[in-house]
Structure formats: structure tokens, C-alpha cells
């Protein structure tokens, strides 16, 4: 157990819909990262946020946008899904200079 | 900017050795990393790497060079368990991990 925890574990939504994907990083980091994993396909860095501020930035949408709350919790929101957002979404957190330790995922279906 | 490389897919057999390479361009290079994920699963740590040399941890060892952008994880004595994608990351300053698409190697007896 990584001690980074995500919810919902499954997600199945419509096109046009929006949802949120929710993290919990391990106690004591104050960085969060989103990645998102497709089917067969490498992790791609959406996000990062240290002690509730953005920090860096990857490829993410215009649609998604995410925050970081004074608990540190995090949640990625995506809006206006389309069939090609269905994929694994994955919070991992991390003190400084550490490594990366990753929640089990969000796995969004959009039908 | 950052580019990461690894090969796609490799095989070895239960109790050998293998070596997965990974090739990597870093601008404000800070660490290299390797990863285990069984599909459908989160990644899991498995060796660090910030100077040059060998890191060895059980049957897992990894080493980096920074002069050639290269890193490779060598697992010894395979088991059956260990078929799984293997993923290169690399470091930037402020803490950013790049992952490259991952080394998915298959184990047979």
C-alpha cells in the first residue's frame, strides 16, 4: 500500500459529461501529480502541484483543470468528455527529492 | 525538453538475467528512475539513480551514466512474477517525473 489514495476506483460516464477524480497524497508529502495512462500506452504528466500551489504542467487539456486544497487533497476535474478521455488516471505524491509513490487509479469509461 | 527511450517489449526466461535499457535527454537532469506496473495497477518504486554507478537492491540493480544519458535495470534471476512493464523516468528541477512508454517484458519457463 503506497498510502496515496484515490477515489472513485471505477468511473463509466457519458460523452458531454464531466466528473471528478479525487486524491489523497501520503502523509507529509506536499507534492501531487496527476498522470494519465491509456490502454497500452506510456504515463502522461498532466500536473503538479506543491503545498496547494501549480507548480508545473504537461499536456492537459483545456478541459481538465485540477486544484489543490489547504488539506493537500487533490482533485482533477474533466469536463466535456470525449471517447478518447476514457483511460487510467493516476494521483502519485511525493516529498521533496523523493520518489514518486502512486495511488491504484482512477479508471474513467466513457461510453 | 525530455526524451526518454526504452525498448517496447522483451522476453527472457525464469531464473536468467536481462538488462532493459533506457536512453534519455533531460534538460536540468535531477534523477533517473525505474518503475514496476502489472497491467491494470498503480507503478510501483523500484530504484533510484542521481550520480553515476551501480545502485543494487536484491535482485535489482540499476545503473545510470550522465555523460551518455543512459540508464539500464538489470533483474537477476527472473521469476514468473516479474513479467511486467518496466518504465524509465527522468527528473527535472522542480521534482517533475517524465516517464518514457515502458518496457513490457515477459517471462517464460
Known amino acids: 500500500d503506497s498510502g496515496v489514495t484515490q477515489t472513485p476506483k471505477h468511473l463509466i460516464t457519458a460523452t458531454g459529461q464531466r466528473v471528478t477524480l479525487r486524491c489523497s497524497p501520503r502523509s507529509g508529502d506536499l507534492s501531487v501529480y496527476w498522470y494519465q495512462q491509456s490502454l497500452d500506452q506510456g504515463l502522461q504528466f498532466l500536473i503538479q502541484?506543491?503545498?496547494?500551489?501549480?507548480?508545473a504542467k504537461g499536456n492537459i487539456l483545456e478541459r481538465f483543470s485540477a486544484q489543490q486544497f489547504p488539506d493537500l487533497h487533490s482533485e482533477l476535474n474533466l469536463s466535456s468528455l470525449e471517447l478518447g478521455d476514457s483511460a487510467l488516471y493516476f494521483c502519485a505524491s511525493s516529498a521533496s527529492n523523493s520518489p514518486l509513490h502512486f495511488g491504484n487509479g482512477t479508471r474513467l469509461t466513457v461510453t | 525538453g525530455q526524451n526518454i527511450d526504452q525498448p517496447t517489449e522483451m522476453t527472457a526466461t525464469e531464473g536468467a538475467i536481462v538488462q532493459i535499457n533506457c536512453t534519455y535527454q533531460t534538460s536540468g537532469f535531477n534523477g533517473l528512475f525505474w518503475y514496476q506496473q502489472h497491467a491494470g495497477e498503480a507503478p510501483t518504486f523500484l530504484s533510484y539513480?542521481?550520480?553515476?554507478g551501480l545502485e543494487e537492491k536484491g535482485r535489482f540493480s540499476s545503473f545510470l551514466s550522465r555523460s551518455k544519458g543512459y540508464s539500464y535495470l538489470l533483474l537477476k534471476e527472473l521469476q514468473m512474477k516479474d513479467s511486467a512493464s518496466y518504465l524509465c523516468?527522468?527528473?527535472?528541477?522542480?521534482?517533475?517525473?517524465?516517464f518514457g512508454g515502458g518496457t513490457r517484458l515477459m517471462v517464460k519457463p
Open positions: 523516468a527522468s527528473r527535472s528541477a522542480g521534482n517533475m517525473l517524465t
Open positions: 502541484y506543491y503545498n496547494g500551489e501549480e507548480r
Open positions: 539513480n542521481v550520480l553515476d
